[in-house]
């Protein structure tokens, strides 16, 4: 169900942009702008200012975005399996293939990329980050896996780390790992020594959650999809988080995004909600983008959002 804020805020909204399959609506100063669609099966995406790499399945595309009004598919690859999450830390994409592990990709020719390693898995490997020269890669069978990238030909795995129940999220900051586990919580953990891992913090939570992102101001945000909230986490003393905030969407969403405190939620049918966070305590609904279908995925950098629409990737510029 609609809440009340949002409810009044699509009847006090103002049209900024208008096609057959999109629209914009503001009520800050913050804006948005379509800059262009490419007509693409793209589930998930990542962006920065060079390119966007767009996965459906097994296929990973790289859009060049030299003219952001012009997007173009400048090269492709096919995975051995199902493309779970990206990660990319250019020239190389590192991508969670389900039961097919790990895959590195070098992308130093954009045209070209190529499978140049992969580290098979025990279980369904389902996301990953990287932190200097190692990659830490969750699945669903040991938990999180630290795997030696120095050699992107021949990763060789350092350390498993278990975790007590199902992992689906991970992201890397500085030497921490922080590791979403599905019903426990937010294990934390410092790999400034990959080879024995030191645990640092656990946050309990009341319910299963999904993935984690970081943003300004030592902030991180737990999404919950099964009850469409998002907790705004202090990360500032990693060894003792806490909530300072808590948002709660009006649909169900997938992954989200974050540029400056612009917070990036794709609520399913209903499009994309930017929330302003500058206020950890009172988040706030700033500016919708409603789609003609269901948003699967969204990535930001600095101004340039990229949503993965399934059948199109939709460039916006924010403002």
Not at 282 to 292: A, E, I, K, V, Y
């Amino acid at each position: 169900m609609f809440s009340l804020r949002y409810f009044i805020f699509l009847v006090i909204s103002t049209t900024l942009i208008c096609n057959s399959s999109s629209s914009v609506s503001a009520t800050q100063n913050t804006s948005l702008s379509l800059l262009a669609t490419l007509a693409i099966k793209a589930d998930l995406v990542e962006i920065d200012q060079h390119y966007a790499y767009v996965a459906a399945d097994n296929v990973l595309q790289i859009i060049d975005l030299s003219d952001r009004r012009n997007p173009s598919v400048i090269g492709s690859i096919n995975t051995p399996g199902r493309i779970w999450s990206l990660h990319v830390d250019a020239p190389y994409i590192y991508v969670a293939g389900g039961l097919e592990g790990l895959h590195i990709i070098n992308f130093t020719n954009a045209a070209y990329p190529v499978l140049v390693g992969t580290h098979t898995t025990p279980g369904q490997a389902l996301a990953v980050s990287t932190s200097g020269t190692v990659a830490m890669v969750i699945n669903l069978m040991t938990g999180l896996e630290l795997v030696d990238i120095t050699d992107k030909g021949n990763p060789i795995l350092l350390f498993t780390q278990e975790t007590p129940g199902y992992q689906w999220g991970i992201k890397g900051t500085g030497p921490y790992v922080y590791i979403v586990d599905q019903p426990s919580g937010l294990h934390l953990f410092d790999v400034s020594n990959p080879n024995a891992p030191v645990t640092v913090d656990f946050y309990q939570t009341d319910e299963p959650a999904n993935d984690i992102i970081f943003g300004a101001g030592n902030r991180a945000y737990l999404t919950y999809a099964r009850s469409r909230t998002i907790d705004i986490l202090d990360v500032s003393d990693p060894s003792n988080l806490r909530r300072v905030g808590r948002y709660e969407t009006p649909a169900r969403f997938q992954n989200i995004a974050i540029s400056g405190f612009n917070l990036m939620v794709p609520v399913s049918d209903e499009g994309l909600a930017v929330i302003d966070v500058s206020d950890s305590a009172q988040p706030t609904l700033r500016l919708s983008f409603n789609t003609s279908g269901t948003i699967q995925d969204v990535a930001v950098d600095n101004n340039l959002v990229a949503i993965a629409d399934k059948e199109n990737l939709i460039l916006l510029r924010l403002e």
